[in-house]
């Protein structure tokens, strides 16, 4: 909120950012999983085909396919991590590159970028 005033009853509190240090390696070295509530189930979906790769119980089950997969060659955009619920309905928990990421981050792997392609 911003009041515009200089009031001398407020203290400014300043930080030293000299002292500050980037951050190196994963955010969670043991790795982590996302829980949707009320899901009984998750799959991985190849798209545009629509074929299940995979069912899991948890998400930290899944970490490990999406990568052999992206490693054995499909493309990231064409994958999809889907929470199912006891009422039949789905619902979308990642995909693409996030996906891709998210699950380098869950099994403790630093998401290294891969280089972008020129337009040809």
Same mark, same amino acid.
């Given at each position: 909120m911003h009041t515009y005033d200089d009031n001398a009853d407020v203290k400014r509190v300043e930080f *030293?950012?000299?002292?500050?240090? @980037?951050?190196?390696?994963?955010?969670f070295p043991e790795g982590f999983e996302i829980r949707i509530d009320d899901a009984t189930g998750y799959s991985l979906r190849l798209i545009p085909s629509n074929k299940i790769l995979g069912r899991f119980t948890s998400t930290r089950d899944a970490w490990?396919?999406? +990568?052999? =997969?992206? =490693?054995?060659?499909?493309?990231?955009?064409?994958?999809?991590? =889907?929470?199912?619920?006891? *009422?039949? *309905? @789905?619902?979308?928990? !990642?995909? !693409?590159?996030?996906? =891709?990421?998210?699950?380098?981050? !869950? +099994? !403790?792997?630093?998401?290294? @970028?891969?280089?972008?392609?020129?337009?040809?």
């Open positions: *030293d950012f000299s002292r500050a240090a @980037r951050a190196t390696g994963p955010r490990p396919v999406v +990568i052999a =997969e992206i =490693e054995r060659g499909i493309p990231a955009r064409c994958l999809v991590l =889907e929470a199912h619920f006891a *009422d039949g *309905d @789905r619902e979308k928990v !990642g995909a !693409g590159r996030i996906l =891709e990421y998210t699950a380098r981050a !869950g +099994i !403790g792997q630093t998401a290294a @970028r891969r280089p972008v392609r020129a337009a040809s």
